[in-house]
C-alpha cells in the first residue's frame, strides 16, 4: 500500500517509496506503474512531484517514460545506475594516490560497518564460518611461503585474503556502497598488491584473522571492530609508503 506522505520534499519521497517497491518487486519488469494521475492522488502530492519523482528513478534506470503512456519499470536492480557511477567517478579522477586513498577510506567505512553489524546479527554463523575458511586456508599456506618466494603460494594468499575481505565486506546491508566498492576496488587492489610483506608480516595478519572471527562467533562487537581497524591502519600505513 502507498502511504501519503508529509510534505518534506515530496519528489523526492515519491521516488524513494516508489524505488523501494521497484526493487522488491512488488512492481517488475515490464510492468507499467499506475498513472502520474493516479500516483498524485496516492501521494497526496501534485503531478509535478510525481513528474520529478520519475526523472529521478528514470536516471538511475529504474524505469522508462515516453510521453502519452504510463511509466514502465525497466529493472528491479540499481546495477545500471551502480556501473554507471562508478566509471564517472573513473573518468573524472585518473587512479592516483588521491583516488586510491578514497577507496582505502570507502574500505574501512564498509568494513568497520559490516563487522560491527556482524558481530550484532544472530544469524551470523553462515558468513563467520566462510571466513573460518579462508583463515584455515591461510593458515595452511604460510609454511610454503616462509623459506621461499613461491610465487604461487604468494598469488594463492592474497587471492584468499581478497576472499576474506569481500565475505566481511558483503556482509554489510549498504547495496550501492557496497556495489560502487565493488565496481572500483580493482584498480585498489592492483595497487595493494604490490605491497611488500615480510613472513613474519604475513603470519601476524593471519593471526590477527583468526582473532577477528573469533570475535565476531562470540559475538564481541569492540574487540571485532577494534581488530578491523588496526587490520585496515596498518595496509593504509604501508600503502602511502608506496610509489604510485
Known amino acids: ?5 508529509a510534505s518534506e520534499t515530496k519528489s523526492t519521497m515519491i521516488a524513494n517509496q516508489l524505488e523501494e517497491m521497484i526493487l522488491s518487486k512488488k512492481f517488475k519488469a515490464g510492468e507499467s ?3 502520474q494521475h ?5 501521494f497526496s502530492a501534485s503531478s509535478r512531484s510525481v513528474r520529478e519523482a520519475f526523472k529521478n528513478l528514470e536516471a538511475k534506470g529504474l524505469i522508462q517514460v515516453q510521453q502519452g503512456k504510463k511509466a514502465m519499470v525497466k529493472s528491479n536492480n540499481l546495477d545500471q545506475f551502480v556501473e554507471s557511477l562508478s566509471m564517472s ?3 573524472k579522477q585518473a587512479p592516483d594516490r588521491k583516488l586510491l586513498s578514497d577507496l582505502m577510506q570507502v574500505r574501512t567505512t564498509v568494513e568497520v560497518s559490516a563487522t560491527r553489524e556482524l558481530s550484532r546479527d544472530p544469524n551470523r554463523m553462515l558468513i563467520v564460518r566462510s571466513l573460518d575458511r579462508c583463515c584455515s586456508k ?6 610454503t611461503m616462509e623459506n621461499t618466494k613461491d610465487t604461487e603460494s604468494i598469488k594463492q594468499f592474497k587471492q584468499v585474503e581478497f576472499e576474506f575481505h569481500t565475505a566481511l565486506i558483503r556482509s554489510n546491508d549498504n547495496v550501492i556502497l ?3 566498492y565493488e565496481n572500483l576496488s580493482p584498480q585498489l587492489y592492483t595497487a595493494l598488491d604490490r605491497l611488500p610483506e615480510t613472513y613474519n608480516e604475513q603470519k601476524k595478519k593471519v593471526n ?3 582473532y577477528l ?3 565476531l562467533e562470540n559475538g564481541q562487537t569492540d574487540l571485532a571492530v577494534a581488530l578491523t581497524l588496526v587490520n585496515l591502519t596498518n595496509i593504509k600505513d604501508k600503502f602511502e609508503t608506496l610509489d604510485i
Do not use: D, H
Open 138 to 143: 591461510m593458515e595452511q599456506l604460510l609454511p
Open 38 to 42: 493516479k500516483l498524485a492522488q496516492q
Open 208 to 210: 590477527e584473522y583468526r
Open 89 to 91: 567517478m573513473i573518468s
Open 1 to 5: 500500500m502507498i502511504m501519503p506522505i
Open 178 to 180: 557496497n556495489s560502487i
Open 213 to 215: 572471527v573469533e570475535a
Open 33 to 35: 506503474l499506475p498513472s
